[in-house]
């Protein structure tokens, strides 16, 4: 960048801090109804834009609007958004008329004592319809319990604003993500936002400016374009007092010890940081999925491996909870099937635009050594199977944000010995702390409840699943989204911190998605769902204007699938 463009970058920021330091003191002024009324006006504004941020975000990815990928932009953009201003919404108003946030049902605790607070379904936005067979609680750290649920709350007289600004720097490949880390800054944290999107997105920028229009226009929130020069700006300013970064744990370091490795050594020796302002983070995750041996129907292996494909393949495979290492048992009979079962679901789905920078030096990083025929511009879904547990094979250390998944074999026939073993498998030898899922036969989950409520709450990561991928635990938005609070600025892993949380708790350790083998209906973000459009469209509708009137073509379209 040269100097002219740097001087006209810097005149640009410090305009917009202008801006957002005169909102930062107005927002600490507001009372919850003013703020309730702010995320009303932008959740009535989705509609009118939905459908050219999907078009917009389709045409960047090549992704048609009649192909089911399309269904992906949508949940995973403006019904995404919309449910999360719903539930912010209502928040704000339980906290008006109640004190506190109105929990779906009452804490429990579970047979290794701890406290597990319940956080689907939401009845107010037909959850329990919607997510039919789903359940999610947050399991709190083991030294808390019921007694001491909730974060420090908002009200009239504490609104919670601190006059400070937040630099959230987004990211590129889910487009709800930079708004949902955005709209959590300021109305958990109390921060207005600095918000500078990723140049893989920056498409989004108008549709942005229009849908949070009422923000902007309170001085809450700005919203820049721009490449590592603006990110470096922003992150060194002086009136940027915290940040929040989605991306790689490579970038988090650069942030936070420099860019050169000499120079992030010693200064990780000395805990010298660059940036010694509040960080916050999501990064990446070699995303595991454990599959406990025992007797699978074919119908539910089927339904498994379509969980695994659907993980595997949705939004090209950039995302950080695609499943990266499926965990099997060498002693398993029905091991061979299952994975030509994957192999053929991956073969059957057209290969995906390859839009992430990188993705084509990534893929053949990942497969050193293996011979891969790429026959057009996309690449091939592609499982690696019988990766040596035992081997140093950067597929377990690295994240590969592309279209390749590994598969490794640990011993065992017993399946609570496996389920253990494989439990300290993931935690020890694979990168990352953000999520992962268990597959569990049915006679296993009844009989052996002890042992896996063991293993779920050894394992080290933010979001546990059972038979259900940890992209659902994302889109809920109830529950705290981030990695295992283990992580730190020396070892980030996954990520520091978390968003989303909408009934504002506080003291937990990780969330716990349970679902069962076999989904009914089929779940829309199968690639097999024939019409997952028209229940992605059905569904914003829905949270634009939550009435029972509105679910009879939503079934429709969702039993069709």
């Not at 990723?198 to 374009?225: C, D, G, H, M, W």
């Not at 119908?299 to 950080?320: G, K, P, T, Y």
Request: hydrophobic content about 40%.
């Amino acid at each position: 960048m040269n100097a002219a463009a740097t001087s006209e970058t810097q005149v640009e920021l410090e305009s917009t801090i202008l801006k957002l330091k005169q909102g930062a003191q107005d927002l600490k002024a507001m009372s919850l109804k003013q703020r309730r009324q702010l995320i009303d006006a932008c959740a009535a504004n989705i509609p009118d834009f939905a459908q050219q941020w999907v078009e917009v975000t389709c045409n960047a990815k090549q992704v048609s609007l009649t192909q089911p990928a399309a269904a992906e932009e949508i949940l995973a953009g403006p019904a995404t958004l919309l449910r999360y201003l719903r539930l912010l919404s209502r928040l704000f108003q339980d906290i008006e008329q109640a004190g506190k946030p109105q929990l779906p049902g009452s804490p429990r605790c579970n047979q290794i004592g701890r406290t597990c607070v319940p956080i689907l379904p939401v009845r107010s936005l037909f959850d329990p319809l919607i997510f039919r067979g789903l359940s999610a609680e947050v399991w709190l750290n083991p030294e808390h319990d019921e007694h001491d649920l909730f974060a420090e709350l908002p009200s009239d007289q504490n609104t919670l604003g601190n006059g400070k600004i937040a630099g959230v720097l987004g990211a590129g490949n889910v487009s709800a993500i930079p708004a949902t880390d955005m709209l959590y800054k300021i109305f958990h944290d109390g921060e207005v936002v600095l918000l500078k999107l990723n140049p893989v997105n920056e498409y989004l920028y108008s549709t942005f400016t229009s849908v949070f229009a009422p923000l902007i226009e309170k001085q809450l929130l700005q919203i820049l374009r721009g490449g590592n020069e603006v990110g470096k700006a922003i992150v060194n300013h002086p009136e940027i007092n915290s940040l929040h970064v989605t991306g790689s744990h490579h970038t988090h370091d650069a942030i936070v010890w420099g860019g050169n490795a000499d120079e992030r050594a010693n200064r990780m020796a000395n805990n010298d940081p660059l940036v010694n302002k509040p960080i916050t983070s999501e990064l990446g995750n070699v995303t595991p999925w454990i599959v406990v041996p025992g007797k699978y129907t074919n119908r539910q292996l089927q339904s498994q491996a379509e969980h695994v494909a659907a993980s595997i393949v949705n939004n090209a495979s950039f995302n950080c909870v695609a499943t990266k290492m499926i965990v099997t048992s060498s002693d398993w009979p029905q091991r061979s099937d299952f994975l030509a079962r994957v192999e053929t679901l991956l073969k059957n789905i057209p290969p995906r635009h390859a839009y992430y920078p990188g993705a084509r030096e990534r893929f053949e990083r990942a497969n050193a050594g293996r011979e891969i025929a790429i026959s057009s511009p996309a690449l091939p879904w592609t499982l690696i199977q019988n990766t040596d547990p035992k081997s140093t094979a950067h597929l377990f250390q690295e994240e590969s944000f592309v279209c390749v998944c590994a598969e490794t074999m640990l011993p065992g026939s017993d399946p609570v010995e496996f389920l253990n073993a494989a439990v300290e498998f993931v935690n020890d030898k694979l990168f990352g702390t953000l999520c992962a899922t268990i597959t569990a036969p049915n006679s296993f989950e009844n009989q052996e409840t002890l042992a896996l409520e063991k293993a779920i709450s050894k394992l080290r990561y933010g979001s546990v699943c059972v038979n259900q991928w940890a992209g659902v635990v994302y889109g809920l938005m109830t529950p705290p989204w981030g990695g295992h609070p283990s992580s730190d600025l020396k070892s980030p892993q996954s990520g520091i911190g978390h968003v989303h949380n909408t009934f504002c708790l506080k003291n937990f350790e990780k969330t716990v998605l349970r679902g069962p083998l076999c989904s009914q209906p089929k779940p829309v973000w199968f690639h097999s769902h024939k019409t997952a459009t028209q229940v992605g469209w059905s569904l914003l509708k829905l949270y634009d204007k939550p009435s029972i009137t509105r679910l009879p073509r939503l079934f429709f379209h969702a039993l069709r699938g």
